[in-house]
């Protein structure tokens, strides 16, 4: 039986095979996505993503598991983007730490990719790995990135549902850092929300939203604290309110809530279309990747060692600018 | 007088429009960088980077301040890459929160950005920004770039000198970030050095530093805590051994000790051939991200908007996989 069969099937040797063969950007592996494409769309994609230190894994874990639990449980893979480092030979996070409940559940699948060469490789990987897993079989691909970057931006906009992390007592600074990436979210989660500060930081992350839909109506979900704009005239029915949902992932706790919201979200994408948007939009973004880092090998077949290091070397004496040297070596 | 004339000359008027147009990527910005290039080479590039919460900013304008006011005072530009937000309508930080000393120091120029668009624009775009402050004669240039994702890391590696921020306490979660950013480091500054944990905090860091270079011997500088690894036989001579630095921006404290440090490096990179090695490497990244740029624009005239989305449609409706529509795209 070929791999993909095997894929399709749901074996999970075979998946893990294919997963690194994705990761690695080999022939096979690219042979083998272009078979099993047809068999995705499927699954619903969740990126989880967040500042350092809101406890996003163990929300990750708590989600995998409420999902296992749940009266029809969910077959569950995460895929978990690790920065990548000298200093550790690789994954930091490596496949650490994962709860003892997941581990032996052959419906939770988990994966930890480094994060190593470019960006366009790494959002292209994770792509490609979903698309796998989609095939495979798995209903929710949680994807969880560290950090809070543009890559980390770039990441989470793979999914169909972003989940961005917060938690109390963070610093003002970390308040710039959640403004890029607020913008990308579908649903916030105020983990650690036993900790002092918890309404503080809700009303921080609610005045954020209306700093960014200030024609929005938003409705604040946890009770305690309700703040609702009046909704501008032109806004559309079926707009989505960002909720806010408080967690101790540690304990579980608010875990049920949260996964009535995503499910919730997934029903709104799809009732509005907006499932199918964002679909194409993730397509898009993909293709234009592929084109560059294609378009970019066909190139380096146009010019020849001695040509780019002559560039180089003419750059470095400053006798050429950046955009002289680039026309030097344009075909 | 022509734009980049004026530049050379250090008119600030003329500096601050100019940056506009190479920030925007106008054909005339490329033009006066063209020109100017030539007149490049000289301003020591120092990039300061580290996790949020760490207090970067201050101890960059502390940094402006102790070269400002040095026997022999170095004129100073900041760029601080800000992550852009529609929730801000732009800069989160923008032109913000500077000390009072530096504002009216015609010796000091502070520019924000905004993180938009690609990942490679904003590197090209700070590339292009600090070429033009390098020709207005500015001695040194600071790099701040907020947060420590891969684009942090990307933005860092402009500089010929990457100074990582620190600051005790910080959870297990940021380690991991630490991880991928301490390989860029070439010092190492623990700010808050007056908070709780700091000794345990620079254990960490020496930690990590051993994990990553086992062969080097590492000497912490600051002198409560000494640790020396037995130099590898092979370790070169002129290695440079990572300095751990303790700083409480706020008040100014270690400053002179870090502006020595830099002085230091600087002297390092020249002396090893390390400060050319550094340029060309900065050079030839910049040098491929336009050929990326180009190549793109340059496809992008050869398909019809129709053939795109034709190709697009068949992705999305999983009739051709992401490669196979790429290969109806290409010539």
Known sequence: MSLQDSVLQGD????????TQVENDTPAGHAALNQL???????????ITGA?????????????????????PLKVAIVAVDPSSPFTGGAVLGDRVRMRELSGDSGVFIRSMATRGSLGGLAQATAGMS????????D???????????????????AHTVLVVDVPGLGDDVQAIKAGILEIAD???????????????????????????????????????EEVLAPADDAPVDDWLIPIRRTVATEGAGLPELLEVLAAHKAHLQNTGDWQRRERARLHTQLQDLLQQSLMASWR?????????????????????????LQALLP
């Open 12 to 19: 999970r040797l075979a998946v893990s095979r294919l997963l």
């Open 37 to 47: 494409f047809v068999h995705t769309g499927k699954a619903h994609l969740i990126g």
């Open 52 to 72: 350092p230190g809101t406890g996003k894994s163990s929300l990750v874990n708590q989600i995998a598991l409420h999902y296992r639990q749940a009266p029809q």
């Open 131 to 138: 698309q796998v897993l989609d095939a495979a079989g798995f």
């Open 140 to 158: 929710v691909i949680l994807i969880e990135t560290v950090g809070a970057g543009q890559s980390e931006v770039e990441i989470a906009k793979l």
């Open 187 to 225: 649903i916030l989660v105020l983990n650690k929300a036993d900790r002092p500060g918890v309404e503080a930081a809700e009303r921080a992350l609610l005045g954020m939203l209306k700093l960014g839909h200030p024609t929005k109506h938003l409705v604040q979900h946890h009770g305690r604290l």
């Open 301 to 325: 077949n146009t010019v020849t060692d001695a040509q780019y290091t002559d560039a180089l070397d003419q750059l470095v004496a400053r006798k050429l600018s950046p955009r002289q040297a």
